[in-house]
């Protein structure tokens, strides 16, 4: 690597800062996460409403950032860039979706499979109406996915532009067999239509704040374990390998230990974001696995910053926002933007905003 | 006057059938359906050559009657009587036929033309006597299976003598038929025997005989099935081929995975377009050879446009392949998106050259497509001229060279800048090309490069880097595999079967199929 990127960047980044005012700043966007669902609550007619339209897409991009954070601890800190963490998210995201098709059937079938004339449940529908098991599955089916790939991935130590490779035939293999109607996750159509999560409306103010609520928590809480990691000795090998995989190896360290693990807490992150996201967005269907979803990915971490905590989260928040301004206004020129922006970030940015905000700091 | 006497008489003998047919069409005309059948019917199991210009007209729906039950036939737009100078009383109206009625002109029509010079329209109407033919033709098949010279034709008659003699009383004639049909590898003769088995035949003897035959038929079946994939897997090898050859040449030389590669098939597929058109406008005579104009001319454009993008982009991230990737998907995108505005979302059309239409016959389940089999040859053809190009030149020297060992190559006086324009350029043409041969078998679009381009991946990531003989074989390979298990478990499975594979033959051997050696670790 020719650029060594510190893993304590974030820590050096806010020691120029000042802890302080980063801590400021971090607790004032947290206070108006947390005060967004709270304002949604008013009644429509107060000044101060939130639209459940604006609370729905922050609430989006705050499931995104998370992919962003489990991303950047594969890619930023590992140095393994994962061109399938769609994959991942969509498998948490169907594992909640199926709890909530049985939730909206009652005791009959999921409308998809009533067109398609099919009697019973296939296997892996078994158990979903309960919650538990449901979360479980938004665990275990990713978890195990990315166990079983990583597994053997590390095994034959595939890296590089081979790994990412791999990782996209992946997802569109999943993307591929979710497609089909045999498969019996709907489709092409996946799932909507959902009205009750553990017995409240879905689109009720209330289970929307809710949500909300537990997807901050959830952002939160990664936030937090990531910066645990980043700190621990197990951060400082990830950082190793990332540089310097064979002279780790020539210390005496196992890499495949570290790689699975990193990866699978990933996955397993993406997953849990998936699971968070569909109920607030309503509708979950293979483009969600398309390669390009988790290529997009790619450049949100990039364009905050890899190997930081606060960049890929920057970077989710800027390009989701840029992309719902410009399919706004003007549709057409969406991708010619996203495209310059690779290219712009990758040539100019290589540690992303962050990196540039931390140079300012230092001239 | 012999000579006179003759001429009237032949003059005679010649009005004679006219006049017949003549009568006959005002007859049909004149006839309800159910008299229309019966003289279908009699009409096929007799032909005579004066009767098929009736019976071409009837099928293309132009015999009209008029109010007295005349027939006229339409010729070019105006109406002439079957039986000579007769104007219409008031305007003709034109027959409808029924699909019983339909059904039986064209078997009628078939037994006509049964009697023709041309050996290719007998095979056709043999062909179409295979399908529900009624047994009053027994007898005209008989004869003329006697009388038939050409062996494709006496195949095609032998069939549907076979399918009309299996209804046959004699159990020693059905047994000769059922025999006959387990010779032949058609489809048709399957379903046959099928029917006949689950049906009642009670001759044992038959009942045997249809079993072996039945087995027989199954296996010449089995035969052509089994050719047809390993040729469809062939097809989809030279297009992987073409589609990850100029991949697996720049990722070897620089380590760059190009993911707008994808999109120099599309930007070749469009520039056949474009050559196509141009040749609709200036000189629509030679619009069958477009496709040879297009070779060279999609090669110079999408290495152009992959020179500028290595000048531009991809020479500032060396050393650093996956921002690469990242960047050369954006890249894509740009240009995904800007044929979309510049011809629109939907496919443009392209059109196959005659000599690029039709195919061959191998077997009756059988038929090679020219388009494919060209295609086969053209990858072989390029694969023969890189080779030449990477080992034969100056420039395929310095890339081995750089390739190999990019500091080394550089302290020996090897411009590699220059190189990895060029062999950046090089990969991008054979892109191109690989779009010029897609435009001939697939649809060409804004998103066509999409879906080529991670099985293109895979066989780089299969085959290796810096041998050609690696993308070759993993091209082809996959290719085959990929055709042999689309029928036993699907597509999508058989495609994640092959990941499965893909990953655990990488368990093995890390570097590919043909890694080159060394002892270098960073």
């Known amino acids: 690597m020719t650029m060594p990127l510190n893993q304590t960047l974030l820590a050096r980044a806010t020691a120029k800062l000042g802890p302080q005012v980063s801590l400021a700043l971090g607790l004032l966007v947290l206070a108006i996460l947390v005060a967004m669902p709270l304002l949604h609550l008013l009644p429509a007619d107060h000044a101060l409403h939130v639209s459940a339209y604006s609370l729905t897409l922050v609430g989006k991009i705050l499931c995104y950032a998370i992919v962003a954070l489990a991303l950047d601890l594969v890619w930023g800190y590992a140095g393994m860039l994962s061109l399938g963490h769609g994959l991942f998210f969509a ?90 109607n045999e498969t019996g996750f709907g489709g092409n159509n996946g799932f909507t239509g959902f009205t009750r999560i553990l017995g409240f409306d879905i689109t009720a103010a209330g289970t929307r704040a809710a949500l909300f609520i537990a997807t901050v928590a959830l952002l939160v809480g990664s936030l937090y374990l990531g910066f645990r990691l980043a700190r621990s000795k197990f951060g400082r090998v990830l950082t190793a390998l990332r540089d310097a995989e064979n002279r780790l190896m020539f210390c005496g360290y196992d890499p495949r230990g570290y790689k699975l693990f990193i990866w699978v807490l990933s996955a397993v992150l993406c997953g849990l974001a998936g699971a968070l996201y569909v109920p607030q967005v309503g509708i979950i269907n293979p483009s969600e696995m398309a390669p390009t979803q988790s290529i997009e990915a790619a450049v949100w971490v990039a364009l905050g910053g890899r190997g930081t905590l606060i960049g890929p989260l920057l970077g989710a928040g800027l390009v989701n926002g840029m992309k719902s301004w410009f399919t706004v206004a003007f549709p057409e020129y969406w991708l010619f933007a996203l495209g310059a922006l690779f290219i712009v970030v990758t040539l100019f940015l290589p540690r992303g905003v962050v990196g540039l905000l931390k140079k300012e700091k230092e001239q | 006057m012999p000579t006179a006497l003759t001429r009237i008489l032949l003059g005679l003998l010649l009005l004679l059938p006219l006049t017949a047919s003549a009568n006959e069409a005002d007859a049909f005309v004149a006839a309800n359906p159910a008299k229309q059948a019966k003289l279908l019917q009699d009409w096929a199991a007799a032909p005579v050559p004066e009767r098929l210009p009736l019976l071409q007209a009837l099928q293309q729906g132009r015999v009209a009657g008029d109010a007295d039950k005349r027939a006229f036939i339409q010729r070019n737009d105006a109406w002439q009587a079957a039986d000579g100078q007769a104007q219409p009383n008031g305007t003709p109206r034109k027959l409808r036929l029924n699909n019983r009625l339909r059904g039986l002109t064209a078997t009628a029509l078939a037994s006509h033309q049964l009697l023709d010079k041309d050996a290719a329209v007998r095979l056709d109407a043999a062909q179409q006597l295979q399908r529900n033919t009624p047994p009053a033709l027994l007898p005209l098949l008989e004869s003329r299976l006697a009388a038939e010279e050409d062996e494709r034709v006496q195949d095609a008659l032998t069939l549907a003598l076979a399918n009309l003699q299996l209804a046959a009383e004699d159990p020693a004639v059905r047994l000769a038929a059922v025999e006959r049909l387990g010779q032949t590898g058609d489809p048709l003769a399957r379903t046959r025997l099928e029917s006949l088995l689950t049906g009642e035949e009670s001759d044992a003897a038959v009942r045997s005989a249809a079993e072996k035959s039945l087995a027989q038929v199954k296996n010449k079946l089995l035969v052509g099935e089994l050719l047809g994939q390993a040729f469809s897997g062939l097809s989809l090898g030279s297009i992987l081929l073409l589609a990850a050859l100029g991949l697996a040449i720049t990722f070897g030389l620089l380590g760059v995975i190009n993911m707008a590669h994808g999109e120099m098939l599309m930007l070749g597929a469009y520039t056949t377009y474009m050559v196509q058109l141009m040749f609709q406008r200036l000189a629509p005579e030679y619009l069958a050879l477009y496709p040879l104009l297009a070779l060279p001319i999609a090669f110079l454009v999408t290495a152009c446009i992959g020179m500028a993008l290595e000048r531009t982009v991809i020479r500032h991230l060396y050393g650093r392949p996956l921002e690469t990737l990242l960047a050369t998907w954006g890249i894509s995108l740009i240009l995904i998106q800007l044929v979309r505005v510049t011809f629109g979302a939907q496919n443009v059309e392209v059109a196959n050259p005659y000599w690029l239409s039709g195919g061959v016959q191998v077997l009756p389940n059988l038929v090679l497509p020219y388009n494919r089999i060209v295609i086969i040859g053209f990858a072989l053809f390029v694969v023969a001229l890189t080779w030449l190009l990477l080992n034969k030149t100056r420039l395929g020297l310095n890339v081995r060279a750089v390739t190999q060992n990019r500091n080394m190559a550089a302290c020996c006086g090897v411009p590699t800048g220059r190189v990895d324009m060029l062999a950046f350029g090089l990969g991008s043409g054979i892109a191109g090309l690989g779009g010029v041969a897609l435009s001939q078998i697939g649809n060409v679009g804004p998103d066509l490069g999409q879906s080529y381009i991670i099985d293109s991946f895979l066989v780089v990531v299969l085959g290796g880097v810096g041998q050609l003989a690696g993308s070759v074989t993993a091209a082809f390979g996959l290719g085959v595999l990929n055709k042999f298990l689309e029928p036993q478990i699907g597509a999508v499975l058989g495609k994640i079967l092959i990941l499965a594979l893909i990953i655990l033959f990488i368990q093995k051997r890390p570097q590919g199929l043909f890694a080159l050696k060394g002892r270098v670790i960073d």
């Open chain 1, 91 to 180: 498998l948490g995201g169907y594992a909640m979706g199926m709890y909530l098709m049985r939730q909206s059937a009652g005791d009959g079938l999921p409308a998809f499979m009533s067109f398609l004339a099919w009697t019973e449940l296939p296997w892996y529908w078994y158990g979903t109406s309960n919650f538990l098991w449901a979360l479980c599955l938004v665990v275990l089916a990713p978890g195990l996915l990315a166990l079983v790939f990583g597994f053997f991935a590390f095994r034959s130590r595939i890296k590089g532009v081979y790994f990412s490779i791999m990782t996209q035939a992946l997802t569109f293999a999943g993307m591929l067999l979710f497609f089909r």
